[in-house]
């Protein structure tokens, strides 16, 4: 099974920039959709962003126009490119993994994602 590994959480101030990374274990080309999904205390795991092996985006309304989602392929990883952040964004960050042989597009629900990273905390100050 593909093992995922979060990086580049931190804490920034509100109107900063983060970029986070997750680093899979295989090839996710062909084989994986990835996905962004964010928890914050008290509050249920919920969707930021996807991106279809082929390339096909898909983003939460509350992160439009603010956050990217990119892959590299050749490096197996994908990365959240977060803008203009928010206090409202601080949470605990999850790379999702959903196996898929079909070009897309990817899924927006947690329960379609096979495989989790481990999470990395993202903190934004007011």
């Known amino acids: 099974q593909v093992q995922l590994v979060e990086s580049g959480g931190g804490l920034v101030q509100a109107g900063g920039s983060l970029r986070l990374s997750c680093a899979a274990s295989?090839?996710?080309?062909?084989?994986?959709?990835m996905g962004w999904f964010r928890q914050a205390p008290g509050k249920e795991r919920e969707f930021v962003a996807a991106?279809?092996?082929?390339?096909?985006?898909t983003y939460a309304d509350s992160v439009k126009g603010r956050f990217t989602i990119s892959t590299d392929n050749a490096k197996n990883t994908v990365h959240l490119q977060m803008n203009s952040l928010k206090p409202e964004d601080t949470a605990v960050y999850y790379c999702?993994?959903?196996?898929?042989?079909?070009?897309?597009?990817?899924?927006?629900?947690?329960?379609?994602?096979?495989?989790w990273g481990q999470g990395t905390q993202v903190t934004v100050s007011s």
């Open positions: 999702a993994a959903q196996r898929s042989k079909f070009t897309g597009p990817p899924g927006t629900l947690r329960q379609r994602y096979d495989y």
């Open positions: 295989e090839r996710t080309f062909g084989n994986y959709h």
């Open positions: 991106i279809s092996w082929s390339g096909g985006t």
